[in-house]
């Protein structure tokens, strides 16, 4: 029985995560809408940043992430802030080659709207 639980969950991921990777490249080749920055910061960054990009997590704590409200990074440029997306820095990847360049501005975008 758990074995068949054990399946049926990877399969599923499996499933979910092609879906996603289909998903992204329709909408980098032009057919689809761009995706959600707020679901993608969701499913990508606030498992370090926090939900409200506080960092108050446990993994924000552990690397010392920076209050993405803060006036020291709402005060950074946008190409700043994308480099730092797209790049990554430090223990934080870089996101352009999986994300595309439009999802990291759309990034940057919602991180405007996180000020305190």
């Known amino acids: 029985m758990k074995r068949k639980v054990s399946r049926l ?8 995560v092609i879906g996603m990777l289909m998903l992204e ?4 080749a032009g057919g689809m809408p761009p995706v959600d920055a707020a679901a993608t910061f969701k499913t990508k960054c606030a498992a370090c940043h926090g939900a409200d990009g506080s960092g108050e997590t446990a993994a924000g704590r552990s690397l010392k992430v ?6 020291e990074v709402q005060n950074q440029s946008d190409a700043q802030l994308y480099d730092l997306i797209a790049k990554g820095k430090g ?3 870089p996101y352009e080659k999986t994300l595309g360049a439009d999802t990291c501005k759309a990034l940057v975008s ?5 000020k305190k």
Do not use: E, N, W, Y
């Not at 490249?25 to 980098?28: A, D, N």
């Not at 919602?110 to 996180?114: D, G, P």
């Open 9 to 16: 969950v990877v399969v599923a991921v499996t499933g979910a």
């Open 25 to 28: 490249s329709r909408s980098r």
């Open 66 to 71: 920076r209050d993405l409200r803060s006036a």
């Open 91 to 93: 223990k934080m990847p």
């Open 110 to 114: 919602f991180l405007r709207h996180l």
